[in-house]
């Protein structure tokens, strides 16, 4: 046996033993009570005190083998607007409940039929799980990892993709109050939570700011099926930029639903805008701590990365997207990485990037602010090399 397969063999049997003494007994703890930081006019909670996530402190011991990740972030206290339903941008209604395997949402309309979602910060992946699995401590493990994602990390992306041309949403940090009979029967899953509230780009483009002279918002899916005629066509050079944005802040989830498309009439053809929406995995930190560094090993599952001032693991950032990159880009001529890489390298100066940074709560820029502004800046300066990296894994392929 080579010494490479002895110390994965020792790394993976005492990771198994480790495994089994954390979550043999483990269940996570009931959220605690938000604490009401001001009251509105009329008396009820206007500001509370809460935390996204208690449930993923762990011990110097869990640390170790599960890994610091984003816990500090998790679990400390950050200060939040009440979620009132009926008062917020003319009064809200629960027009659809979703969120797929991990992620509670809500889609809420308001009084125009303009549409907005509402998603936990928390997530449950539990049912990437068969059944069997969801029960045992393999379950426990893989809910504890999301501790590796950035709870606020979507409040920095505003500020930075403005400056870059890029189409987003204005996330805001929401809390849904315990038994809001407003939610109805979904008041005991959404009560005592975090959300984000933010535009969901759907419907009239005429809603939104920024999409004047869009004509329609369709999925990826409808996308395909359109630009197989010849008049029809996705801006290539946006989809580039995007890209090359998604890996200055390491989101690495930009599968085919992680994008909405607006669609522009230009003479005789219409053309395809991307809209990049979910952004749960920026700033992410999955790698420390025994057993994920095991987990996350290039035989394994790369993509769950650590966000650093490295920008260097193309390879991994484009797992999930790699055949919508491979359909859009790769016949892209390589002057042309070079020139997009360049222009956002220069819109994203450091007055940008630190104003990005400023929208995080004021607790969470305490403990992680200048880390990821750092990092922020050193991924911004190697963003040339990372795009003819990219050139080059999509046109070998």
Not at 50 to 60: C, D, I, L, N, T
Not at 320 to 333: E, I
């Amino acid at each position: 046996m080579s010494k490479q397969r002895r110390l994965i063999f020792i790394v993976l049997i005492l990771g198994l033993v480790s495994f089994w003494l954390l979550f043999r007994q483990y269940a996570p703890p009931p959220l605690p009570p938000a604490i009401t930081v001001n009251r509105s006019a009329n008396g009820l909670p206007d500001t509370v005190l809460v935390s996204a996530g208690p449930q993923y402190a762990r011990s110097a011991f869990g640390n170790f083998f599960l890994g610091k990740h984003n816990r500090a972030i998790w679990t400390v206290p950050v200060k939040a607007k009440v979620l009132y339903l009926d008062k917020t941008f003319g009064g809200l209604k629960i027009a659809e409940v979703g969120g797929g395997m991990q992620t509670l949402s809500f889609t809420l309309l308001d009084s125009i039929g303009r549409t907005y979602a509402l998603r936990s910060v928390d997530k449950d992946p539990i049912s990437v799980l068969p059944p069997f699995w969801q029960k045992t401590s393999l379950g426990n493990f893989v809910r504890d990892q999301i501790s590796g994602a950035n709870p606020y990390g979507a409040l920095v992306i505003p500020v930075l993709a403005q400056a870059a041309g890029i189409f987003h949403a204005h996330p805001q940090l929401r809390y849904v109050r315990p038994n809001d009979s407003l939610f109805g029967n979904y008041a005991p899953r959404a009560g005592g939570k975090l959300f984000l509230l933010e535009e969901k780009y759907q419907g009239n483009p005429q809603f939104y700011p920024g999409l004047e002279g869009a004509t329609t918002i369709i999925p990826t899916h409808t996308l395909l099926q359109k630009v197989k005629t010849t008049n029809q066509r996705i801006d290539a050079d946006m989809y580039l930029k995007c890209r090359l944005f998604d890996f200055l802040i390491g989101d690495w989830d930009r599968h085919t639903g992680q994008w909405m498309w607006a669609a522009y009439p230009t003479g005789s053809e219409i053309r395809y805008v991307p809209i990049p929406k979910d952004r749960d995995q920026a700033f992410c930190n999955y790698r420390d701590g025994l057993l994920p560094w095991l987990v996350t090993r290039q035989w394994a599952l790369p993509k769950f990365g650590q966000y650093s001032a490295k920008l260097d693991d193309i390879s991994s950032l484009i797992i999930n997207s790699v055949h919508l990159d491979t359909l859009v880009l790769a016949k892209m001529p390589k002057e042309k990485f070079t020139k997009v890489a360049a222009e956002l390298k220069q819109n994203l100066t450091d007055s940008v990037i630190n104003q990005a940074v400023r929208q995080l709560p004021g607790s969470v820029q305490q403990l992680s602010g200048n880390e990821i502004r750092q990092n922020l800046k050193g991924r911004r300066e190697q963003l040339p090399e990372a795009a003819q990296r990219f050139y080059q894994l999509l046109t070998h392929r």
